[in-house]
T-cell receptor, first 113, second 114 residues
Framework: ETGVTQSPTHLIKTRGQQVTLRCSSQ?????VSWYQQALGQGPQFIFQ???????GRGNFPPRFSGLQFPNYSSELNVNALELDDSALYLC????????????FGPGTRLTVL | QQQVKQSPQSLIVQKGGISIINCAYE??????FPWYQQFPGKGPALLIA?????SEKKEGRFTISFNKSAKQFSLHIMDSQPGDSATYFC?????????????FGKGTHLIIQP
């Protein structure tokens, strides 16, 4: 059984640029959640996708947006990057009927210069 | 406002000892309390989780104790091993479907000395 995968592993961008991060959910999982983890901190919830629609959102501005595809994979898009967006971005998938049971991928390390 | 407070920030335990990490929450709507283990450069891995209808759950060397009236829960690692050295996060969620996401504590850096 394949777990949650994310790409790319690392990414370096410049302030003001846009970035797209990708996530493939674990086999059989239909809900995807995204988190931002700053260095030395716990993950912070960005949003959750279910049935290709945003199902819930944390305290993040609209320049953080996402998509979920029919195969349950997902993208996180961040526009107008700021230095504070430098963090580990984590994707988590959940099985049907268990959206709070979340299994995390390895993350994408984003550095904004 | 931090909704899940975790302590201690760091912990050193001798091999074979018991590691204890504590968390307290404020939101009474929380109904799911997982613990995650994270190694450097990796994503968090789900260790064990509990719901408020039970006061304790044990899986192998890991036990969650839950006190609903005090709004506190803790992770106990029995017979701690050097391979348990990692950062541990408690978390909580509510609204059933998890659509509000998991709210995490700030983490505990655990070191098991051989």
């Amino acid at each position: 059984e394949t777990g949650v995968t994310q790409s790319p592993t690392h990414l370096i961008k410049t302030r003001g640029q846009q970035v797209t991060l990708r996530c493939s959910s674990q086999s059989g999982h239909n809900t995807v959640s995204w988190y931002q983890q700053a260095l030395g901190q716990g993950p912070q919830f960005i949003f959750q996708y279910y049935r290709e629609e945003e199902n819930g959102r944390g305290n993040f501005p609209p320049r953080f947006s996402g998509l979920q595809f029919p195969n349950y994979s997902s993208e996180l898009n961040v526009n107008a990057l700021e230095l504070d967006d430098s963090a580990l971005y984590l994707c988590a998938s959940s099985p049907p009927g268990g959206a709070d049971t979340q299994y995390f991928g390895p993350g994408t390390r984003l550095t904004v210069l | 406002q931090q909704q899940v407070k975790q302590s201690p920030q760091s912990l050193i335990v001798q091999k074979g000892g018991i590691s204890i990490i504590n968390c307290a929450y404020e939101n009474t709507a929380f109904d799911y309390f997982p613990w995650y283990q994270q190694f450097p450069g990796k994503g968090p891995a789900l260790l064990i989780a509990i719901r408020p209808d039970v006061s304790e759950k044990k899986e192998g060397r890991f036990t969650i104790s839950f006190n609903k009236s005090a709004k506190q829960f803790s992770l106990h690692i029995m017979d701690s091993q050097p391979g348990d050295s990692a950062t541990y996060f408690c978390a909580a969620s509510g609204r059933g479907g998890g659509a509000d996401g998991l709210t995490f504590g700030k983490g505990t850096h655990l070191i098991i000395q051989p």
